[in-house]
Nanobody
Framework: QVQLVESGGGLVQAGGSLRLSCAAS??????MGWYRQAPGKQRELVAT???????NYADSVKGRFTISRDNAKNTVYLQMDSLKPEDTAVYYC???????????????WGQGTQVTVSS
């Protein structure tokens, strides 16, 4: 069974930094990433990274956030710098893995971690 354990959220002032971590277990993960959901808004993509290290970022975080992963530890990280109040949201870890029962790629979600940026 796939399990995701997130950590690293918190309260920070604008301009500050936070680092999120998501440790995954139970499978081999092709794509790992982060999404976020602010109050009253839809969940949106923040960044993703493949097992080969190719990355993709939302335009709103390019140049400020860096996604990385440690394949040996099945852990994905999100380094968030130059944080802005509009980055305030619940951040969710997301992974894609091959489900051997359904013989298809499936997503799994972390429980979410709150990031609050004060102005």
């Amino acid at each position: 069974q796939v399990q995701l354990v997130e950590s690293g959220g918190g309260l920070v002032q604008a301009g500050g930094s936070l680092r999120l971590s998501c440790a995954a277990s139970g499978s081999i993960f092709s794509l790992m990433g982060w999404y976020r959901q602010a109050p009253g808004k839809q969940r949106e993509l923040v960044a993703t990274i493949t097992s080969a290290g190719s990355t993709n970022y939302a335009d709103s975080v390019k140049g400020r956030f860096t996604i990385s992963r440690d394949n040996a530890k099945n852990t994905v990280y999100l380094q968030m710098d130059s944080l802005k109040p509009e980055d305030t949201a619940v951040y969710y870890c997301n992974v894609k893995y091959w489900n051997t029962r359904t013989m298809g790629v499936q997503p799994a979600w972390g429980q979410g971690t709150q990031v609050t940026v004060s102005s």
